[in-house]
């Protein structure tokens, strides 16, 4: 029992610094578009605030629509490859604990964690709860490239408003700001943003001397 504890922890990381979505709907894709990008070899290194005001750094390495790396605090290092039907393949090594955690979406359900592909890829997802979309009509010129303001009001039950400067070139959003006190303050914006030459080598971990834990269906976690 300790194994599968320590795993159902460990893999609560997997949605760390995300959005929790559903699947991407139509009208959501319009505006947030990445169709450009579907297929490029991506990286960015980004910085966002956690519920209590905490700063993490994330570094993503997106390989088009087939796998992507996600370092957080260069602790969590989680990596998320898609087969040939669509499935998901969730590796997690937690390098603090040395832990390594496999899962796919179905042991993650059974968690209650409903990841999904463009929270981890694209930093940025359609909520679940009722929303609203209003464009903003502004643009921004930032380091990484210009991108255009939308605002995002969440409904009930947890209710926020967001402003998301998006770039459809990068299929991103350079930057998110939450309204608090009346005024906007950022939660997560990218300070680094580039194309990469992509290689197996770069979506590999096997840390040596960890703890392998698969929380798939049919694996036994029990001590």
Same mark, same amino acid.
């Given at each position: ?112 964690? *409903?990841?999904?592909? /463009? +929270? #981890? ?8 709860? !009722?929303?609203?979309?209003? =464009? ?59 194309? *990469?030459?992509?290689? /197996? +080598? #770069? ?8 703890? !392998?834990?698969?929380?798939? =269906? ?6």
């Amino acid at each position: 029992m300790m194994l599968r504890r320590l795993a159902s922890s460990a893999i609560l990381a997997l949605v760390s610094g995300t959005c929790l979505a559903a699947e991407p709907m139509e009208n959501w894709l319009k505006v947030f578009p990445r169709s450009a990008v579907a297929e490029q070899s991506v990286y960015f290194h980004a910085r966002y605030l956690d519920a209590r005001g905490i700063e993490h750094r994330q570094e993503v390495w997106r390989d088009g629509s087939r796998r992507v790396r996600r370092v957080t605090d260069d602790r969590l290092d989680l990596i998320v490859a898609r087969d040939a039907d669509g499935e998901y393949e969730y590796k997690l090594a937690d390098r603090d604990r040395h832990i390594l955690v496999i899962a796919d979406r179905t042991s993650l359900y059974r968690a209650g964690i *409903f990841s999904d592909w /463009d +929270a #981890v890829a694209y930093a940025f997802s359609e909520p679940r709860a !009722e929303h609203e979309i209003i =464009a903003s009509g502004g643009s921004e010129q930032t380091a990484s490239g210009p991108c255009s303001w939308t605002t995002l009001i969440v409904k009930a039950p947890a209710a926020s408003t967001n402003r998301v400067c998006w770039s459809a070139e990068w299929g991103l959003p350079l930057s998110i700001q939450d309204r608090r006190n009346n005024e906007w303050q950022t939660q997560f914006e990218i300070i680094e943003l580039r194309t *990469f030459q992509s290689s /197996d +080598a #770069v979506f590999e971990t096997a840390p040596a001397g960890y703890v !392998e834990m698969d929380m798939r =269906a049919g694996e036994d976690l029990s001590d």
